[in-house]
C-alpha cells in the first residue's frame, strides 16, 4: 500500500475502511476513509493519523516515502478516535517527535485518551516553520468537538481540514474530480448533516475563515480531497450553514396497517396541489441518517405514527430523537396519524417537533382506525391551507 501524492512534497498516507457501514449509528453505504497526511520538508511532518485497527496501513504508506522513524513534527487537529487512534505508536516510533494539538482541549483530550505523550498546546494565530513551508492553526472549536482546528500551509495553499468538509466515502481516488460528483457532494451533505448540522454557528466561522484563506486545495480527514470543486463546496457549507432550508416538504413516516401511509400520501398530494415539492419516507425504509441531510434543505416536515404500546412507533421516536439532538432550524411542521383507540402518539410526535423548535403549522391531524375517502379530503384541505 503506497502514499499517493497530493502535490509535490505531500502525500495522503491514510486508511480505507471498505466494509465500515456504520458510523455511529449513522450509515455509512459507501465505506469510510481515515486521511493522514505527510509533508516532507526539513522538518518531515505527519498531519493527524488513523483509526487505531489501521495502524499498520498508515505505516506501509508513509513507509513507501519515508522511514516512520524520520518524522519530527505530529499535528493533531483532532482528538476523536478515527484521526489519533495511530498517535500512540506513532509517540513509540517516533519518540522525539513533537506533537502539536489545539490547547487546551487537545492536550486535555489527547492526555485523556492517552496519556501523557509530551503533546504541545497550539491556538488560533500560531505557526511552526518545517523549512520552505510553514503550518499555520485555526481553531475550530465544536466543529464537531471542543478540540477541533485546521492546519493551513500558505505556501502551498492547502488547508488540513480535518473533519470539515469530508465525507464518508471509500474510494481508491484522492480528488474530487475523479468521483462522480454528485456522490461526493451527496456524502459531503450527509456528512454535514449528520455531523455538523447542530454547530452552525461554529460552521459558519469556520467558513468565513477558510473562505478568507483562498485555499486552492482543502484536504479532509475523511473521503476525498477538494480541489476543482472547492469553490462548490465552500458555497455548499456557506448555505447549510445559514440552516434555512431553500424549499419542498418532507412527509416522514411509519404505519402499521397502511392507515397512516394513507394520510401520508394524501399529505404529500396536499402538498403538491400547493405548489410544494414533496418527497416520502417511510421509516421503515428509509434510515435516519439518509433523512437528515434532505432536511438540511427541505422547509416543511410532517411526521406521522400509529399508536403501538400507548407510545408512538419506535421508528418514529428514533428518529425524532436524532433529529432534535441535530437542532435544525426554520422550519414548519406538523403531526399526523391514525390510531385505534388510545391515540397518544400523535400528540407525543407533535410534542417533539415542538420540542425541536419547529413552527407548528397545523394541529396534530388522527383518523380513527381506517381513513374514509372524507377524511382524507378534510386532511388535503386542512395541509393546502396550513401551506398557503
Ligand atoms: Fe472524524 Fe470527529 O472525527
Redesign the pocket.
Known sequence: MDAVKIKDGIYWVGALDWNART?HGYSTQRGIT?NAYLLLDDKITLIDTVKNIFTDELLERISSVVDPKKIDVIVSN??????SGALPAMRAICPDAQIYASGPSGVKGLTSHYGDLGVLPVKTGDSIKLGKRTLEFVGTPML??PD?MVTWCPEERVLFS??AF?QHYATTQRFDDQCPLGQVMDEAQKYYGN?LMCYEKQAMAAWEAVSKLGPEIIAP??GVCWRSHVKDILDAYGLWGTNEPTGGALVVYDSMWHSTEKMALTILEAFASAGVDGKLLDLKDNHISDIIPQVLTHRYIAVGSPTLNNNMMPTVASFLCYLRGLSPKNRKAFAFGSFGWGGQSIKQVEDELRACGFDIILEMSRINYIPKEGDLQELRRKVMEAVH
Open positions: 458510523f481515515y483532532h482528538v476523536e478516535m478515527d484521526h464537531h468537538w477541533n480535518n473533519d469530508g455531523i480527514s475523511h
